[in-house]
Nanobody, 120 residues
């Protein structure tokens, strides 16, 4: 299995920046995609950004041009750089990974989340 621990959240003013980190440990060799989700109070959890094992990335429209997802394979870290933050970005952010096992068996793992609050 895979264990995920997020960090880097906090309180930031509008227009500020944060970098979220996700440390992955365990069976990391078969990860096919890494994702960042977020969930605001009273709203459903939504996919914010994803990166595949080949390095392709995708973002939800509301964060395009402001957020950047990346992966450092040397230390099994996944990052989400967030610039030009807005109050609407306030949410708990979760790291998620998908595992592809032999026989096309897929598994998903989640971190506990880190709070991001954008407020003046």
């Amino acid at each position: 299995q895979v264990q995920l621990v997020e960090s880097g959240g906090g309180l930031v003013q509008p227009g500020g920046s944060l970098r979220l980190s996700c440390e992955a440990s365990g069976s990391v060799n078969n990860i096919y995609a890494m994702n960042w989700y977020r969930q605001a109070p009273g709203k459903q959890r939504e996919l914010v950004a994803k990166i595949t094992s080949g390095g392709s990335t995708n973002y939800t429209d509301s964060v395009k041009g402001r957020f950047t997802i990346s992966r450092d394979k040397s230390n099994n870290m996944i990052y989400l750089r967030m610039n030009s933050l807005k109050p609407e970005d306030t949410a708990v952010y979760y790291c998620n990974v998908g595992i592809l096992l032999p026989g096309l068996k897929f598994l998903d793992y989640w971190g506990q989340g880190t709070q991001v609050t954008v407020s003046s």
